[in-house]
């Protein structure tokens, strides 16, 4: 992939310029609990975007992308905005930046990625964090600390994409570092890094590649819920709540909040337990997590859906050590904690026996934790 991007950016701007990378990201555990003020618990993983970038001089921002096979330019004020919708996550980090005090000018610029699209891994928290880091490096002196780039994403999404997302994919993103997941506070925003030795065991991903478009957002519905329940307790969020409190407000709130809540509560503690459980070396336990993540997401919750339930079942008589959906739910991945030993043969099985139901193979993709945004 470098070696393509500098061909290219040869091709069309001569020479060369600096390369730049950002990462995906997974997240082990801590499901619906960043809009409830808990915690999450991601790394970044090795499928990237690059970008080679240069400054060139001028107000004008031109930009190929490699994998779509298109060129774009766009000048660097508000009405500048290009229509096609990858080059709007560049214009967004750009502007966002400018927004801040911050400073870009024109650059010439070649990038391209191996995150999958749309999977669930964050393809676009990568390409953003990947432009937020390198036009600091850039125009900033990296005079923008970290978290910022993370928000500059985040504001990217919300202000030209139209995505309403919280800031776990672009922290995660901006953050990544080899071998080590992140334990997030989404209430203080402070942040841990946990080293992640999982030898003898590789973390897979399983892409049902079904997404099930409901009619009433269900996110909003859910949130809604944990809301109520929180203004219930008399608390903001759902992370000052416990059992024992909710149990006491069990004949007052609706059946479906209860278990709703019920979920939040023990999700923040499973994020908790795996840290410890990591700590100690213990992956029977950081499994086994997960696997009570994905009964809840899928019996309390109700986020899940045929085809991810099908995957789970399969991954356990598999005796694979953890799976859950990982994401929003109605679809998308679920991730997998496998011994090596039983791999190849998960693997096999998962593809053959998803296909046999639902007509296509569920994509695969075991991914290494990473380093975040960097200069190459
Ligand atoms: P994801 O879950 O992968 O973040 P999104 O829909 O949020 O899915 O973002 C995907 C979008 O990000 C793509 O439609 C495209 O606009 C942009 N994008 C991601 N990776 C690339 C890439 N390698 N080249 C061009 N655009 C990309
Ligand atoms: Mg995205």
Same mark, same amino acid.
């Given at each position: ?93 750009? =502007? ?17 990625? &191996? ?67 992140? =334990? ?170 998803? &296909? ?21």
């Amino acid at each position: 992939m470098e070696k393509t991007i500098k061909q290219e950016f040869e091709k069309r701007f001569g020479g060369e310029g600096t390369m730049y990378a950002s990462a995906g990201r997974i997240n082990l555990i801590g499901e619906h609990t960043d809009y409830n003020g808990g915690f999450v618990f991601p790394g970044a993983i090795d499928k990237v975007i690059m970008a080679d970038i240069r400054p060139n001089g001028t107000d004008k921002v031109r930009v190929f992308s490699v994998d779509i096979n298109e060129n774009v330019e766009f000048g660097l004020e508000e009405k500048d905005a290009p229509a096609q919708q990858w080059a709007r996550y560049i214009f967004g980090v750009c =502007r966002e930046i400018i927004k801040r005090g911050g400073n870009v000018k024109g650059f010439d610029a070649v990038f391209a990625g &191996n995150v999958p699209l749309g999977a669930g891994l964050s393809s676009s928290a990568a390409l953003e964090s990947c432009f937020a880091f390198a036009l600091n490096d850039l125009f900033n002196g990296n005079s923008i600390d970290k978290f910022e780039l993370a928000k500059i994403g985040q504001s990217t999404e919300h202000n030209y994409c139209g995505v309403n997302c919280g800031i776990m994919d672009q922290f995660a993103s901006v953050f990544g570092k080899k071998g080590h997941l992140m =334990r997030l506070d989404c209430r203080s925003m402070e942040y841990e890094y946990f080293p992640f030795n999982i030898t003898g065991y590789k973390l897979v991903l399983v892409d049902s590649q079904v997404k099930h478009a409901l009619v009433d957002s269900p996110y909003n519905k859910r949130r809604q819920s944990c809301e109520r329940v929180a203004a219930k307790l008399g608390i903001d969020t759902l992370r000052d709540a416990t059992k024992e409190a909710l149990d006491a407000i069990k004949g007052e709130i609706s059946a479906e909040d209860y278990f709703r809540a019920k979920f939040v509560i023990e999700e923040k503690q499973r994020v908790l337990d795996v840290c410890d459980a990591l700590q100690r070396g213990d992956c029977e336990t950081v499994g086994r997590k997960m696997y009570e993540t994905h009964e809840g997401l899928s019996k309390d919750y109700e986020v899940s859906c045929e085809e991810l339930d099908y995957l789970n079942d399969i991954a356990r008589r598999c005796g694979v050590t953890g799976s859950r959906i990982m994401g929003g739910g109605f679809g998308g991945c679920t991730i997998n904690l496998v011994k090596n030993d039983i791999y190849d043969q998960f693997i096999s099985t998962v593809t053959h026996e998803f &296909n046999g139901r639902y007509g296509h193979e569920p994509k695969i993709y075991p991914v290494i934790i990473s380093d975040g945004a960097h200069k190459c």
